[in-house]
């Protein structure tokens, strides 16, 4: 494992687009901080976020990996051009002359997409560790150690996203294409979301019906993961209570969700090294 890794790191070490996207996409993790300065003024109305509750344990680990999930994007970047690199310098093809098996080389590539999520997922407990214990209001060892699975969800998430694209990566052998391959599944995703709307709008809970069909598709459920966090902010609840409303919305990490990211993860290393072992290199 640590042979293959330092391979594919040694690749990486002389990439300088994955350098800099690497830098760029941890330093937007650490921008997450600067939330913490913002402040909205309208008048007499005056908001200052880090007051607002959203650096509070346990509702920080909520908030920030679903922020920082946002940012994978960046990473998907290196993880793509990481494979369409091996086919344009024809590194593939070096490593399999130099003894390296297929099955050898897709590990290499899996197992620096666990490091990446991983290094991930350390990355935003430190920065949501360390604000938390600037801002939050609560700093009981119980309430701060509640909610941590949503750093498990946002290591399966990130494990998962990455290696769908190291799948189109391997598929397409350009990262331009694979990219954009990847924002035509998203797209075809929401318009057969949006179809099942229609088929079911006859229905009674429609919404659920169709959260029932849509929870197996595979960037569906990365987004099912970690589930939008502003609703359960104290401030927008007393908000809505205000106006009559009410949330019912359950924001734990579902083990049917991880189990279904975890499956799609399987299938997509699988189909890489199917594919890479088929192919004619």
Do not use: C
Not at 63 to 79: C, D, R
Not at 83 to 91: F, G, I, V, W
Not at 235 to 241: D, F, G, K, L, T
């Amino acid at each position: 494992m640590f042979r293959l890794l330092t391979i594919e790191f040694h690749k990486l070490k002389y990439n300088k687009a994955s350098k800099v996207l690497s830098i760029i996409y941890f330093g937007l993790l650490t921008s997450i901080a600067l939330i913490a300065a913002i402040k909205f003024e309208f008048g007499d109305f005056k908001l200052h976020l880090a007051d607002a509750g959203i650096f509070n344990f346990p509702y920080i680990w909520h908030f920030n990996t679903y922020i920082a999930a946002i940012l994978k994007f960046f990473l998907l970047l290196v993880i793509v051009s990481m494979m369409s690199n091996e086919y344009s310098y024809k590194t593939l093809k070096q490593n399999l002359i130099d003894g390296l098996s297929k099955k050898e080389f897709i590990l290499s590539k899996f197992y620096t997409v666990i490091a990446f999520a991983a290094i991930s997922t350390v990355f935003v407990f430190i920065v949501s560790l360390v604000l938390g214990l600037i801002y939050s209001d609560y700093n009981e060892l119980a309430i701060i150690t509640s909610d941590l699975e949503y750093l498990l969800a946002f290591f399966i998430k990130l494990v998962g996203f990455f290696s769908f694209g190291l799948f189109l990566g391997i598929l397409v052998k350009r990262s331009a294409f694979a990219v954009g391959a990847m924002f035509v599944w998203l797209i075809a995703e929401s318009m057969f979301k949006g179809y099942l709307y229609w088929q079911f709008k006859d229905i009674e809970n429609t919404g659920d019906r169709v959260d029932s069909i849509m929870q197996f598709l595979p960037l569906e459920a990365m987004t099912n993961l970690i589930k939008e966090p502003f609703s359960r902010l104290g401030a927008v609840r007393s908000a809505a209570n205000t106006m009559g409303e009410t949330f019912t919305k359950s924001y734990s990490v579902e083990f049917t969700t991880i189990l279904v990211v975890s499956v799609w993860t399987f299938i997509f290393i699988y189909l890489s090294y199917a594919l890479l072992k088929k192919r004619d290199l």
